[in-house]
């Protein structure tokens, strides 16, 4: 995990919990309008995968029972974790690209509204992402992977200055190249070759030499519109948009993007794929159907998207005709760090994967609410341009008292708590009740992402060992771990 060179040690400080009145009465429990839609209240639990579902993509007993504590609490709208869009294996993640999982999401859908009493807006996060292999072992990657070329064969003759390499066969010049040191093989390899030794194959939008690749912009706008049709089949109230972090939408937005087929390059190229994403998603569901989007506000990378690129981004989005934006920060796969053999690169190990999910060991600025300066620029821009989507403001946000501020100042229309969600799923509840001083209090320590990282099933080191002896819960590491928290008494 990335960090920074003389970190400053943040604390948990107390805070001051409303009353049962004063919580009645505040902003981030009034209600907000978001498309046709009115959710009961600001308070939002953005996306989490948890890594439950089964191999093949489907709803499992333990992601209905994940989402149902979730329901618990009550917040006014609950996103469910990224989900695929396409029809093809992805691990135990969530998928959405064909028919078949429409039951499974129904049952999540019925178990999340009656566990919320119907108090709860039901958003499901909809992703597509591009191919990520393991990082490979030098010898397998040279003998098997590498794509053996002239250039290579070039760059070998000009090293060792022989011309028989000109005409060597393959066999020759990967065993040359396995035998060569790290300094030669830098000259030797491309730089795409280069990062697929050392950080595993990793495919990007912009390898347009790719057909698939080129043809994302033809194939994307029906694929999600499939996706988020079958979401509106399944009874989820809305559908969120996944353009940010590491994957394929993200891509296109960045500021890297530099595709020369009018996808990319200029700001109105970059965000002309995610404006037709979402118009043919709009044509599919139609216009009372809430179609949102979580987008970065700043990508945090060299070279990457910025504020401005955001702002310009939000207003695109706003006009186009999406019901909410909400905002995230970094996670890209350029800034992480090299994974170990056999594991595949985290796109939240780098400095923009810190800026994602900022933990307590920080500069000066601290991990809270760190991002919504960004984000109160960019609801400016979009509110001075006469649209009023509502704009969510999510990262490092877990109190009363902070969520209340960002409301009053206008930095943000809705607060989205994820991990302290995922600490403390009745936080709204407990504040609602005027019973804030019981809320379990995130560390943002990062206990939950270090699990996320190894595909792990996620929980929280809050709970995760509390009352393993109660009968009938569900349990992972040979009973070690609780999947849910425990109830709230
Ligand atoms: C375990 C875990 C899984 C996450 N999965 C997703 C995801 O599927 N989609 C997404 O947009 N963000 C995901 N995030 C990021 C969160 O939604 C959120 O933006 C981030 O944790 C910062 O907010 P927080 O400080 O309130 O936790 C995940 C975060 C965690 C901790
Ligand atoms: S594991 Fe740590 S960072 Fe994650 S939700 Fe729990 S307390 Fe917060």
Redesign the pocket.
Known sequence: MWKFAHPIKHRIEETRWPTADEAARSLLFSPVRIGRLEARSRTWV?????WRATADGFVTQQNLDWYRRFAEGRPGVLVV??TGVRDIPSGPLLRIGDDRFIPGLRKLVETVKEASGGETLLFI?IIDFLAVKRRPEKTKYLQRFLQVSERHRRAVTQITGEHRWLTANDAEVRSFLESANDELLERILSEPELAALNFGYRERVTDTQLQHIKRLPQELPDIFAAAANRAREAGFDGVEL?Y??AYTMAGFLSRQNNRDDGYGGSPDNRVRLPLEVFRAVRDRVGEDYVVGV?FLADEVIAGGSRVEDAIYYAKEFARAGFNFLSL?KG?KFEDAQQPKVGQAVYPYTGQSGYE???TVLSDEVG?FGRSVPLVAAIKRAVNAADVQTPIVA?????TFEQAEEILRLRHADIV?????A?ADPDWCVKVLLGRGDEVRR?T?T?Y??A??QAHRP?TCKLWDRLDLDEPGIATVDEGRRRLEPPAWR
């Open positions: 953005p996306a989490m995968v948890p974790e990224a996060q996944h940010a972090h979580r995230s996670g994602c999910m900022p991990p999510t990262g490092g946000i877990s989205g708590m994820a991990r302290q995922l995130c943002y990062n939950c992402e699990l996320d996620v």
